[in-house]
């Protein structure tokens, strides 16, 4: 009756890791998505890629530019923008990273300038 008993608790720690595990995952999903399209909503409302970026440092005050990718570190995670111009598109890639710097999400937009939002 012992090993049995033993046996079924066992399976079942196992089994509140794993979905614990997995509510966790989903969470940090949620979060990623949530916050890349934040990103990409405030840069779709901008005129201009300077506009954008400008607001997205008004979102992100941690966020740091370098070359054509800007980057805000987050409690959670990272924050990641990426952008490349030519003839008056700008094509952005927004992702989050988390903690351990392993890509949960990306999203990509295209944007002419001067587009209507």
Known sequence: GILIFSLAA????????????L?????????????????????????????????LAQQYPQLERQGEQASAQQAQ??????????????????RWLDAQGQQVYELELEQAEGAEP
Do not use: M, P
């Open 23 to 55: 509510s966790q995952r989903a969470q940090e999903l949620t979060q990623a998505v949530n916050t890349c399209a934040t990103a990409a909503e405030i840069l779709r409302s901008a005129d201009t890629q300077a506009q954008a970026l400008e607001r």
């Open 10 to 21: 066992a399976v079942c720690i196992q089994v509140f890791l794993k979905a614990h595990d």
């Open 77 to 94: 995670g990272r924050l990641e923008v990426r952008w490349q111009s030519r003839e008056g598109l700008t094509q952005y890639s927004i």
